[in-house]
């Protein structure tokens, strides 16, 4: 079972990024995935959420930024970031959940310069 995450960088204030998370092992018709990030000193934060059925949700602090997509054939989550700010400046993690295990992948680093 496998999460791997990349798409991270260095972006300036206001612009985009988009991350993807390819998985393995398992499918995203059984799993629900999510987003997380973390900041230096701060908790891990879910930034957004996709069901196995489609349903999306987002934090508060990215809500009419940040997308969420997926493609259940390609084994594919994306998060397409935009309008970034400073405080967006994150590790980003890959999660999925089912009703029996909590998936991690590793994280990709997002810094944004103001």
């Known amino acids: 079972v496998q999460l791997q995450a990349s798409g991270g960088g260095l972006v300036q204030a206001g612009g985009s990024l988009r991350l993807s998370c390819v998985i393995s092992g398992f499918s995203l018709y059984n799993y629900d995935m999510g987003w997380y990030r973390q900041a230096p000193g701060k908790q891990r934060e879910l930034v957004a959420g996709?069901?196995?059925?489609?349903?999306?949700s987002y934090g508060d602090s990215v809500k009419g930024r940040f997308t969420i997509s997926k493609d259940n054939a390609k084994k594919t989550v994306n998060l397409q970031m935009n309008s970034l700010k400073p405080e967006d400046t994150a590790v980003y993690y890959c999660n999925g959940k089912s009703v029996v295990k909590f998936l991690w992948g590793q994280g990709t680093l997002v810094t944004v310069s103001s």
């Open positions: 996709i069901s196995r059925d489609g349903s999306t």
